[in-house]
T-cell receptor, first 113, second 108 residues
Framework: DGGITQSPKYLFRKEGQNVTLSCEQNLNHDAMYWYRQDPGQGLRLIYYSQIVNDFQKGDIAEGYSVSREKKESFPLTVTSAQKNPTAFYLC????????????FGPGTRLTVL | EDQVTQSPEALRLQEGESSSLNCSYTVSGLRGLFWYRQDPGKGPEFLFTLYSAGEEKEKERLKATLTKKESFLHITAPKPEDSATYLCAGDSWGKLQFGAGTQVVVTP
């Protein structure tokens, strides 16, 4: 089955630690995205990548970093510089054009202790 | 500034009671309006894309429509399994701008 996987489903982090969230897709999609979702708010774009070895900042990139070394993978690192990292993180992918529908993974819930 | 606003924030329906959700947008260079369904603790599931005013799309009990300034998601004779949060998003030059969603609860 084609789809997007995210791991882990739940993640706990101590303040001051960096943590990396995994996102893998086997849909052969060119574009991948990371969003953050907080209660009562819409999804906010952190980073996106339209092609391997290239990525752009979204609306709330501060305190986050990404890499895109393979077409299938787009890991997100939440650094200690992110002041309020507790949230639900969603990865998505699309064929390539911005008007193609995005398909989402199941999400990772990050809690900072 | 690009903005997508959904109303109401929450909607409680009796099974079979039809209703509509609103999504108003001020997105420059809008190229597509997307509707998603999201169940608690899960990723959004794609429903529809609308590209031009006057366009309509249907899927089971859901119908989405688009005007120049807003989109509606009509739920006809809903069932309890239609309970979810419905998200709309406008595409603007390569990025999606999401609304906060409408939480729909359908009771038997």
């Amino acid at each position: 089955d084609g789809g997007i996987t995210q791991s882990p489903k739940y993640l706990f982090r101590k303040e001051g630690q960096n943590v990396t969230l995994s996102c893998e897709q086997n849909l052969n999609h060119d574009a991948m995205y990371w969003y953050r979702q907080d209660p009562g708010q819409g999804l906010r774009l952190i980073y996106y990548s339209q092609i391997v070895n290239d990525f752009q900042k979204g609306d709330i990139a501060e305190g986050y970093s990404v890499s895109r070394e393979k077409k299938e993978s787009f890991p997100l690192t939440v650094t200690s510089a992110q002041k309020n990292p507790t949230a639900f993180y969603l990865c998505a992918s699309s064929m390539g054009s911005s008007w193609d529908e995005q398909f989402f993974g199941p999400g990772t819930r990050l809690t900072v202790l | 500034e690009d903005q997508v606003t959904q109303s109401p924030e929450a909607l409680r329906l009796q099974e079979g009671e039809s209703s509509s959700l609103n999504c108003s947008y001020t997105v420059s260079g809008l190229r597509g309006l997307f509707w998603y369904r999201q169940d608690p603790g899960k990723g959004p599931e794609f429903l529809f894309t609308l590209y031009s005013a006057g366009e309509e799309k249907e899927k089971e009990r859901l119908k989405a429509t688009l005007t120049k300034k807003e989109s509606f998601l009509h739920i006809t004779a809903p069932k309890p399994e239609d309970s979810a949060t419905y998200l709309c998003a406008g595409d603007s030059w390569g990025k999606l701008q999401f609304g906060a969603g409408t939480q729909v609860v359908v009771t038997p």
